[in-house]
């Protein structure tokens, strides 16, 4: 079926989201998976070089900023918000059943190496502290169900996200570009759901005390740009 593309203004780059009436999910071939398994590892190993060598030169620098108000400290701590905080590694897994082509997984891979590579920068810029207390001693001030029911996750989670690579939230931005670009093909109930998800991934990282509000805000912004990169190659269509 042929997709129905929105016209352009004249001399304006097609960047416009893309309809059809294809199913949102559909059985990619073994080729098509294996793409984007090999993207996959290219990009975790981008990840790891580019946030743990921000955290390293961090952790190294004797002046780091405190970019938060100090209203934003009487934030609440949630522990349960961790399944949502955690629910990102989730979003990864649908590309290749979603994006049909391996253009379009490219043009995926693409954006989230352009945001991991940004955020890099913004983390060495704004070198930042953290306001809230660290995670194990708010664990520690749990009752005891909830350090039973949460603890582990939050401890694994504080571990994964190390300490100083806060501004911009690379969390945020990597699941807002995701979410962006699956929704090309979504109606309007999945990108109601998306974009749901969306909002309680980022309040996640906040009310899990992982990062402070202005992280999350340029964690949105950056990941809407990398929203921007994705949908470029998919409104010149799929090959």
Not at 19 to 30: F, G, K, N
Not at 50 to 74: C, K, N, P
Not at 99 to 128: D, M, Q, T, W, Y
Request: proline share 6%; with cysteine; charged share 15%.
């Amino acid at each position: 079926m042929t997709p129905d593309y929105t016209e352009p203004a004249p001399g304006a780059r097609d960047i416009s989201v893309r309809r059809t009436s294809e199913p949102l999910m559909a059985w990619p071939s073994w080729a098509q998976v294996r793409w984007f398994l090999a993207l996959w590892v290219a990009l975790s190993a981008e990840f790891v070089v580019v946030f743990g060598g921000g955290d390293f030169i961090t952790a190294h620098r004797q002046m780091r900023l405190h970019l938060y108000l100090q209203s934003e400290l009487v934030i609440p701590f949630i522990p349960s918000m961790v399944v949502a905080y955690m629910s990102i590694y989730l979003m990864f897994l649908p590309a290749p059943f979603v994006l049909r082509s391996r253009r379009e997984i490219n043009g995926l891979a693409i954006a989230l190496a352009k945001v991991i590579l940004v955020a890099g920068v913004g983390f060495l810029v704004f070198p930042a502290q953290l306001g809230f207390p660290s995670t194990p001693s708010e664990v520690a001030q749990l009752d005891p169900v909830a350090a039973h029911r949460w603890g582990a996750l939050l401890l694994f989670a504080d571990r994964l996200n190390l300490d100083y690579d806060l501004i911009p939230s690379l969390h945020v931005a990597l699941f807002v570009t995701c979410a962006s670009v699956y929704a090309v093909r979504a109606g309007v109930v999945v990108r109601s759901l998306l974009a749901t998800w969306a909002a309680a991934v980022a309040a996640s990282t906040v009310l899990t005390h992982q990062h402070q509000v202005i992280d999350v805000i340029a964690g949105v912004a950056l990941g809407l740009w990398g929203a921007v990169e994705g949908h470029k190659r998919q409104g010149r269509g799929a090959t």
